[in-house]
């Protein structure tokens, strides 16, 4: 089984920029489909980005387009969401997922890890 633990949330003024990192142990997750998603306080939990198995294919919230962007590294066991511009909607805990098919709904992922919080405050 997949272990993921991300890192790297923090506090932030708007327009600043985080780069969040997940790492994963237990067995290697070329084979996985990895996500990130975040959920802010009384809200869903909702999809911010995925990445597919080589890392050649994404895709993206619409307000992730153009300010976040995630990648990978298989070889590291790796995945990363660099956030640029941020502003204080995008306050919340971040999550990174592990599934083995593409796509952003919550369901499709089947690992999660704990979280990390991300705050844009002036």
């Known amino acids: 089984q997949v272990q993921l633990v991300e890192s790297g949330g923090g506090l932030v003024p708007p327009g600043g920029s985080l780069n969040l990192s997940c790492a994963a142990s237990g067995r290697p997750i070329s084979n996985y489909v990895m996500g990130w998603f975040r959920q802010a306080p009384g809200k869903e939990r909702e999809f911010v980005a995925a990445?597919?198995?080589?890392?050649?294919?994404?895709n993206y919230a619409d307000f992730a387009k153009g300010r976040f962007t995630i990648s990978r590294d298989n070889n590291n066991d790796a995945c990363y969401l660099q956030m640029n511009n941020l502003n204080p909607e995008d306050t919340a805990v971040y999550y990174c997922?592990?599934?083995?098919?593409?796509?952003?709904?919550?369901?499709?992922?089947?690992?999660w890890g704990q979280g990390t919080q991300v705050t844009v405050s002036s």
């Open positions: 997922a592990a599934g083995p098919h593409f796509g952003s709904k919550v369901d499709l992922y089947e690992i």
């Open positions: 990445i597919f198995w080589i890392g050649s294919s994404t």
